[in-house]
């Protein structure tokens, strides 16, 4: 299996920045994709971006194109969000995930580390 540590999470004023980092640890070598998604109180979680761990594409959810930007350290096997010009509807905790082959839903999962953005 593959462990999943989220970091860096926090509360900024709309228009702020926060980068969150996800440590992997155990079985990387299965990971194939690693992703963010996020859960907003009352709504379902949503999957916010996510990068091909071999290759580094990289995809969005149109809703955060051009402000979030996924990337990844190789060798320190650690996914990164970088979110900028935060707005209050991305407030939500946001989990890091890793697919190992068979999709996100029986991968691993980190705990969540809570976005507060206010206006």
């Known amino acids: 299996q593959v462990q999943l540590v989220e970091s860096g999470g926090g509360s900024v004023q709309a228009g702020g920045s926060l980068r969150l980092s996800c440590a992997a640890s155990?079985?990387?070598?299965?990971?194939?994709?690693m992703g963010w998604f996020r859960q907003a109180p009352g709504k379902e979680r949503e999957s916010v971006a996510a990068?091909?761990?071999?290759?580094?594409?990289?995809y969005y959810a149109d809703s955060v194109k051009g402000r979030f930007t996924i990337s990844r350290d190789y060798g320190k096997n650690t996914v990164y969000l970088q979110t900028n010009s935060l707005k209050p509807e991305d407030t939500a905790v946001y989990y890091c995930?890793?697919?190992?082959?068979?999709?996100?839903?029986?991968?691993?999962w980190g705990q969540g580390t809570q976005v507060t953005v206010s206006s």
């Open positions: 155990g079985r990387t070598f299965s990971m194939r994709r």
């Open positions: 990068i091909i761990w071999s290759d580094g594409r990289t």
């Open positions: 995930a890793a697919d190992l082959g068979a999709g996100w839903a029986v991968g691993s």
